[in-house]
């Protein structure tokens, strides 16, 4: 990748050889060297090689550094994807590497030999909780924008973030602030996620583990309800998407406390935390708005902090009735079961995975295109300083912005392959 020396340097090295008198009897070979030691040449190695350290200029070289760490979050995504489809897929008789159309045909072949797929299957799941690192972000800051003092950035959330004791009484002012555990009493005011214990006949909007006063989807070896309930649930309602429930929630219960803190023990969130101008203390589920950076960084915290992202598997949950085969026979639904509960894991990790992946391909095209401003533009500037190592720096960055594009390019365009094949599976559960 050292083509620069010849099209960039060719006429910088004779000037060196010049302005150094008698050292231009030495031959070009040692001006190379000369001009390697003061660091007046591009790296061998550039960002296809996973190099970040082209320019010597920090804005330039964080920017790299950004594309790096984005390409690497989508690799290791597709991967994630490409593993779980492969799972479902050996779990339906397929081989790995199977297509998307091939597993969905698998999963509807084996569900028919064991289930009535006219009486329906219901497949309930949160969509995945997706948060960004607001320390990384203010880190990238920092690191590519020299006028930022470390430790002063300040980053906000866009959507709802994790914050400490110091700043709730700020968001609850504002009516943002939202408590997430166990609920006081087991009441939840709010959305309970979990088991909710019915002691009184009430509706279920999952599924019921109990008594059913009406007709039951799925019903267990004992008669008891273990799937939908059209009509009042007593027993065991899993809200495995969340909900409202009229008994004790003995899950995870949201709620908004109302001008108090929330309590030791409980964790506490503030929606729409940028407007509320509370600062973020852990991740983000939304949105993290960058700190006041030069033009040429904006790109590169964005970047950092997309390439930040977790996303959280969600809960699943599956009811089914069984067709006349398996309806009397012991052997059949335990096989069946124990597909269902292998498949459940790898259903919630795609969709985490699915989840991760649709938000790193919406930023390819911005990344792309921030190349330009972030490394094109301001190079310019920096080759007219009249700094000779600067000018370099610039001039090798300058370089590297088609193998940006091509990194993206190829990086992205895997990524898309695997989300086509994930989108009927995910679809499944709503995804």
């Given amino acids: 990748m050292n083509t620069t020396n010849g099209k ?53 070289d964080a920017f790299f550094g950004a594309v790096l760490d984005y390409s690497a979050s989508i690799n290791t995504v597709n991967v994630n994807i490409r593993g779980e489809l492969d799972a479902i897929a050996i779990g339906v008789g397929l081989e790995p590497g199977a297509t998307g159309a ?120 004992n008669g008891t309800c273990a799937g939908d309930c059209e009509g009042m649930c007593e027993g065991t309602c899993e809200l495995t998407a969340g909900g409202s429930c009229g008994g004790k929630c003995e899950g995870s219960c949201e709620w908004d406390p109302g001008m108090v803190e929330c309590e030791a023990g409980l964790e506490a969130h503030c929606e729409a935390a940028a407007e509320a101008n509370v600062e973020c203390s852990g991740k983000c589920e939304g949105k993290v708005e960058p700190p006041k950076v030069s033009a040429e960084c904006e790109a590169t915290v964005e970047a950092k902090a997309e390439a930040s992202i977790e996303c959280t598997p969600p809960s699943i949950d599956i009811s089914w009735q069984w067709n006349a085969e398996a309806g009397g026979n012991a052997d059949l639904q335990g096989e069946f079961k124990a597909w269902v509960t292998g498949f459940k894991g790898q259903l919630s990790g795609l969709l985490a995975a699915t989840a991760k992946a649709e938000i790193l391909v919406d930023g390819i095209g911005n990344l792309s295109s921030a190349a330009q401003a972030a490394v094109g533009g301001a190079a310019a500037d920096l080759q007219a300083s009249g700094d000779l190592k600067v000018s370099i720096g610039a001039g090798c960055a300058v370089l590297q912005l088609g193998n940006v594009a091509d990194l993206l390019s190829a990086a992205g365009g895997e990524l898309k392959g695997s989300l086509e094949a994930s989108v009927s599976i995910t679809a499944m559960a709503g995804g």
Wanted: with cysteine.
């Fill in 8 to 60: 960039f340097f060719g006429l910088m090295v004779s000037g060196l050889a010049l302005g150094l008198g008698a050292t231009a009897m030495q031959g070009c070979e040692q001006a190379d060297k000369l001009a390697e030691s003061c660091g007046l040449v591009c790296p061998d190695q550039g960002i296809l090689e996973g190099n970040a350290s082209i320019s010597g200029i920090a804005s330039m």
């Fill in 102 to 221: 091939e597993i969905k045909a698998g999963i509807d072949a084996k569900l028919a030999a064991y289930i009535d797929v006219d009486a329906g299957l219901k497949i309930s799941a949160k969509p995945a909780e997706c948060s960004a690192s607001v320390e990384i972000a203010a880190s990238a800051a920092a690191e590519c924008d020299v006028e930022v003092e470390p430790g002063s950035v300040e980053v906000q959330c866009q959507g709802s973030c994790a914050i400490d004791a110091s700043v709730q009484a700020d968001c609850a002012a504002m009516g943002n602030l939202r408590c997430e555990g166990t609920a006081p009493n087991l009441e939840c005011t709010g959305t309970c996620t979990g088991d909710c214990n019915l002691d009184i006949g009430a509706t279920c909007e999952g599924t019921c583990r109990g008594t059913c006063m009406g007709e039951c989807s799925v019903e267990g070896a």
